[in-house]
């Protein structure tokens, strides 16, 4: 089978071209009928595999994305349609792209399918198979079909979620059907195929929707400084006081995060730190640890509020992989007085 798109030679299985990226279009009558013999038999003619090529193709690594297996050759993942990481463009900061996909990108989750539509402003329109679903925030959901069974899903630690301001019910949508869902602002659809075992912590609020195997929890972020106005005392949150923290115990899961702006990937190696603006991050690997830094003048008239305080960042330290949005909020309160703070380190200017 070969792509429309670009010509190259696509597995029988895949669901994107390993070129171009580009979904796989099969025809009804190709759907049901078996592969030409030409290229099921064991050694095929020269034409089809030189004598150079290997009869059938190795595995070189896997998608970092899905975890299905992919060649050194190709360029997306055919399984899940993201750009390999490998051939991935890095900068000579270290930073690279989140694997695209492209517009009318196809991802499948058991028996049922997500189609990403849009780059603006994407939707994620879910094909529900029967006895699959997926949960969500009810600010989120797009349209559905009237038959679409919609419930709500209890959350753990319910008293602990209601005094953080947590929400205490999540919305659950049971196949069969068709669902979709969007955030409502410009920005970029992240899917996370999450693999058994696998974890990933998100900053609030970036949780588009999750199949039902995948499992929420959230735990407290450390990291805070107070101000001082007068007689007032008032706590800051730069990344949030919670984390959610998402896992797929036993079976592979889908979860999809929105991010505004661009979002950007980078691998810490053990011990390596990176600092970044604590209101652009969007997601880290548990391993990866974080706290305040502080960026400030050496001068002796300067106090250690106001001016001298604005440069405040949150240092990453892997192992792991960390995620940064290009639209970020101003941090609240980093220009006033500060009084106390959670675990930081310094540099004077």
């Known amino acids: 089978m070969f792509c429309n798109n670009c010509g190259a030679r696509i597995p029988e299985t895949a669901n994107f071209c390993v070129g171009c990226g580009n979904p796989v279009k099969r025809s009804e009558a190709a759907t049901a009928a078996p592969p030409p013999p030409a290229y099921a038999a064991p050694s095929p003619p020269p034409m089809y595999a030189p004598a150079a090529q290997p009869a059938a193709p190795s595995h070189d690594s896997n998608c970092s994305w899905c975890g299905a297996a992919v060649e050194l050759s190709q ?9 390999l990481e490998k051939h991935a463009a890095v900068t000579r900061s270290g930073w690279s792209q989140a694997p695209g996909r492209k517009d009318m990108a ?7 399918f997500c189609q990403i539509e849009g780059a603006y402003v994407p939707v994620a329109d879910m094909n529900l198979a029967a006895g699959d679903s997926v ?5 989120v959901l797009l349209w559905k079909d009237p038959h679409v069974n919609i419930t709500t899903m209890s ?28 955030k409502d602002e410009p920005g970029e659809l992240i899917p996370f195929c999450l693999q058994p075992g696998r974890s990933i912590d998100v900053r609030e609020h970036m949780l588009l929707a999750a199949t039902s195997n995948v499992t929420y929890d959230w735990f407290q972020t450390g990291v805070w400084f107070e101000t001082k106005n007068g007689d007032d005392t008032e706590t800051h949150y730069p990344v949030g006081a919670f984390m959610d923290r998402f896992t797929a115990p036993q079976t592979p899961g889908l979860l999809l995060l929105h991010a505004a702006g661009n979002i950007f990937t980078r691998d810490l190696g053990y011990g390596q730190t990176i600092l970044v603006k604590p209101t652009a991050l969007v997601f880290k690997d548990p391993t990866v640890d974080m706290h305040l830094h502080f960026e400030h003048p050496n001068v002796q008239f300067m106090s250690w509020g106001s001016w001298g305080n604005r440069y405040l960042w949150l240092r990453l330290t892997g192992p792991g992989r960390v995620a940064i949005q290009s639209v970020f909020d101003r941090i609240e309160g980093e220009s006033r007085n500060m009084t106390r703070w959670s675990n930081a380190t310094a540099t004077r200017w």
Do not use: E, N, V
């Open 106 to 112: 196809k991802l499948q989750f058991g028996d049922s």
């Open 75 to 83: 360029l997306s993942c055919p399984m899940c349609g993201a750009t």
């Open 135 to 139: 949960y969500f925030t009810h600010h």
């Open 155 to 182: 959350l753990k630690g319910a008293w602990k979620r209601m005094f953080a301001g947590l929400p205490l019910i999540m919305t659950q949508a049971q196949g069969p059907g068709r669902i979709a869902f969007s």
